[in-house]
């Protein structure tokens, strides 16, 4: 759909990027007319990501993620470009001028219709005569109470059943394909996706059906069937039942391992409880789930693999500065089995009581070596001296520090000395790191996106700066003696054509008005570029001089490089060398 680029502009102007933006991220630093916070799009301890109050523009110097209000809601939100416009709108109090003939804006709604559909389908079918089995299967989990707040349903065995019910709603056979409800057959035929489950619709923030989640009510694989990745719905972006759990008053959330366990412990009065859908916890993920808490309580099985899947949550939670405890649970397999067994209050105390995250990874540490021989309290030490020295705080690295060695049976000074050592060897490495990167500026130059890499970074950080003066002073460059193909890098090139083009034309070069022409990673490319703002206006003639003259001497060169390659070349064929 397009939207014209003065609704876009007034747009940009009602929903000022720093209060968008500081509704996600904390922006607790500021220099200048940049405003810093920790990257809602990476992982980081020290804050990167700068918001531009003047040029209202977003840039991550870590990552390289940016551009302007619109497209941070599209990255943040995982919404496309229209969908990020009428979210913008309804936050401005805006009306849309709506196109009837956006074939994305139709796509989209129209499967999230059929989900809804299908959801009505799964739910009914639960609670007729056909579903039996799964009502047998709720009620001996104990979760007969959440059907309804959940939307639980079943999807009876048969190859058709759900294919029949849509098709006569008026769906067709792709809408079923492409909302990944269908499949097709060997024989070009169209069968049912989910057949014999517990159908668990995933829900988004916002309350629409974006996918499902199935469980199968016997023994076999895979246990659950995760609605694949469609045009609303991305399974390493999604949580199921943060819906819910957004709504909660606890404080915290809990990390559970499947679909079941998150009912059920809403069933016992846990009303935070989510699930990542058929993955291991993604970055993504654990974004998401920081907009909502500052503290995650990881409560996976007590099984190895379970175990195994804690520590590995740890470590994409742990960038994000949350609070982040383990559950231990004693005498069962899982938080289900351990309310069955003890009841919520004993599950409350549980929590109450839960570890933090470090002293759950000790724990896991030192039950890798037997710290009966003197071998293994050696290698337990330096696992643990590993892990405390990481710790940013020198109160937490005394007190972890005296409780390893006291669980090793050895002087706290001399451990502590050990973890002290550790840290200026990390020192040491970080500081050959910064020099690496001092001295590459070269490389340091590259843009994140590998399809937008530069062959000729001499010649690129001059397009870079031509395209920076074009877009600050476009007033002062309504003619230049360049065009895109004398850039050598085809990503700037294209910016400056289309740059160009509207400057010459008398329209905006603002980021709102850009947002619609270009992609988010020519976007990301531009923001980066317009974070420099060193050169004045009464400087940019000069500097624009420079930096065209720049760009022609490394054309100059590089037609030079490809002359005596030539030369070479043919001087070879000439004396008959290499034969």
């Not at 559950?327 to 899982?334: E, N, R, T, Y």
């Not at 400057?503 to 619609?516: E, F, H, K, W």
């Amino acid at each position: 759909m397009a939207f014209s680029e003065e609704f876009l502009e007034e747009l940009s102007r009602r929903n000022d990027i720093v209060d968008v933006v500081s509704a996600y991220v904390p922006l607790t630093k500021r220099s200048g007319s940049n405003q810093f916070g920790l990257c809602p799009f990476h992982g980081e301890k020290t804050p990167s990501f700068s918001v531009n109050t003047d040029k209202q523009i977003y840039h991550c110097f870590g990552c390289g993620k940016g551009g302007g209000v619109i497209n941070f809601i599209m990255e943040i939100e995982n919404l496309s470009f229209p969908d990020a416009v009428r979210f913008l709108a309804r936050r401005a109090g805006m009306a849309v001028p709506e196109d009837d003939h956006d074939p994305d804006r139709g796509k989209r709604a129209r499967m999230l219709e059929l989900n809804r559909e299908a959801a009505r389908y799964f739910h009914a079918q639960l609670m007729a005569p056909t579903g039996a089995p799964a009502q047998e299967y709720v009620r001996r989990r104990g979760i007969v109470s959440m059907v309804k707040p959940f939307g639980l349903g079943y999807a009876p065995e048969g190859w058709q059943n759900l294919t029949d019910a849509m098709t006569a709603k008026g769906y067709t056979r792709q809408e079923l394909i492409d909302a990944g409800l269908a499949r097709v057959g060997r024989n070009g035929g169209l069968y049912d996706y989910f057949r014999g489950r517990l159908m668990f619709p995933v829900i988004d923030v916002r309350g629409s059906v974006i996918g499902f989640s199935g469980r199968i009510l016997s023994d076999g694989e895979p246990k659950y069937l995760n609605s694949p990745d469609t045009l609303v719905y991305s399974k390493s972006r999604s949580l199921f039942a943060l819906n819910l759990a957004k709504k909660s008053k606890s404080g915290y959330i809990l990390l559970a391992e499947g679909n079941i366990d998150v009912v059920s412990l809403h069933q016992a009065g846990f009303d935070s409880a989510v699930a990542s859908l058929g993955t291991s916890l993604t970055p993504d993920q654990a974004r998401l789930m920081s907009r909502y808490t500052t503290e995650v309580i990881i409560a996976y099985d007590a099984d190895a693999a379970g175990q195994k899947a804690a520590q590995r949550a740890i470590g994409i939670l742990q960038p994000l500065d949350m609070k982040i405890k383990v559950l231990k649970i004693p005498g069962a397999k899982d938080p289900d089995e351990f309310i069955q067994q003890n009841g919520p209050t004993a599950f409350r105390e549980l929590i109450e009581r839960s570890g933090n995250q470090i002293e759950y990874r000790l724990e896991q540490t030192a039950a890798q070596f037997d710290l009966g021989t003197d071998e293994g309290r050696v290698g337990y030490l330096k696992a643990a001296g590993k892990l405390i020295a990481s710790l940013p705080g020198s109160v937490e690295r005394e007190i972890y520090g005296i409780r390893a060695a006291e669980k090793a049976g050895v002087s706290k000074d001399a451990f502590l000395g050990e973890v002290a050592r550790v840290r200026r060897q990390n020192a040491a490495a970080a500081r050959k790191q910064r020099d690496r990167e001092a001295t590459a500026p070269l490389r340091a130059a590259q843009p994140q996106s590998r399809e937008l890499r530069f062959e000729n970074v001499r010649s690129a950080m001059a397009e870079e700066g031509v395209l920076n003066l074009l877009c600050r002073f476009p007033e002062q460059f309504g003619s230049l003696p360049l065009a895109g193909a004398d850039f050598t890098s085809p990503a700037l090139g294209g910016l400056y054509e289309a740059v160009m083009a509207r400057v010459r034309q008398g329209r905006s070069v603002s980021m709102a008005a850009l947002s619609q022409q270009f992609s988010p990673e020519e976007l990301t490319l531009l923001a980066g570029i317009l974070q420099h703002d060193e050169i004045s206006a009464a400087a940019a003639q000069q500097a624009m001089g420079d930096y065209i003259d720049k760009i022609r001497a490394e054309r100059d060169k590089a037609a030079r490089a490809d002359d005596l390659r030539g030369y070479a070349e043919k001087l070879k064929q000439t004396k008959g060398y290499g034969s």
